[in-house]
């Protein structure tokens, strides 16, 4: 794995954010959302750390959904897209 390059790092970011918005939205429609916060911070080039917070808070109308378990399920929906781009970014290196 090469040493990550600060585009690199600003892409692991929007990766992680988009991956986590695009499964809270297929479980909740935005209508049903009050509060919606994602934060991907990164530190060191290699190796990597990430860290991954998903905040969210839904209306009233969504009082039998659990926001815990959403915000869980969407951060590892994160750092599976982040492990899936690094793994590119291997590969490519590697040519």
């Known amino acids: 794995m090469p040493e ?13 954010e988009e991956a986590a918005r695009k499964y809270l939205l297929s479980k909740v429609a935005s209508s049903n959302i009050t509060t919606l916060n994602i934060t991907v911070d ?14 969210i808070t839904l ?14 399920e969407a951060t590892k929906k994160a750092f599976e897209s982040i492990e899936a781009y690094l793994r590119e970014l291997g590969c490519t290196s590697r040519r």
Request: net charge negative; aromatic share 0%; proline share 2%.
């Open 42 to 55: 990164t530190q060191g080039t290699k190796p990597i750390n990430v860290n991954v917070d998903v905040e």
């Open 4 to 16: 990550l390059t600060s585009d690199q790092m600003k892409e692991v970011c929007e990766v992680a």
């Open 59 to 72: 209306s009233s109308a969504m009082k039998n959904h659990d926001a815990e378990k959403l915000t869980g």
